[in-house]
């Protein structure tokens, strides 16, 4: 069974950085393109930042410069840095990976969520 599974949120005052891991576990051979979106409250999942499987990165314009997004391939980890954080940044990060298994067909399987919120 694979999962994705996030860690890293949490609370963080206006200005800091946070970390978020996504981890592919299960019977896996690799992950493909990985993504990070967020939904704040009364709003839309949008899209934060994307890596293709080569590590080239697309940002939001809201995040840019602010943000990175890597990759460990060795780990079937995809991270998310986040740094000069603002309260708007405050929403449930979800992360978003395209998995190769080791049986079966490649599919898109989707992290649980993790909350970030920033204080002011």
């Known amino acids: 069974q694979v999962q994705l599974v996030e860690s890293g949120g949490g609370l963080v005052q206006a200005g800091g950085s946070l970390r978020l891991s996504c981890a592919a576990s299960g019977s896996i051979f690799s992950i493909n393109a990985g993504a990070w979106y967020r939904q704040a409250p009364g709003k839309q999942r949008e899209l934060v930042a994307n890596?293709?499987?080569?590590?080239?990165?697309n940002y939001a314009d809201s995040v840019k410069g602010r943000f990175t997004a890597s990759r460990d391939n060795a780990k079937n980890t995809v991270y998310l840095q986040m740094n000069s954080l603002k309260s708007e940044d405050t929403a449930v990060y979800y992360c978003?990976?395209?998995?190769?298994?080791?049986?079966?067909?490649?599919?898109?399987?989707w992290g649980q969520g993790t909350q970030v919120t920033v204080s002011s």
């Open positions: 978003n990976a395209d998995v190769v298994p080791l049986r079966g067909a490649r599919r898109t399987y």
């Open positions: 890596i293709t499987s080569g590590g080239v990165t």
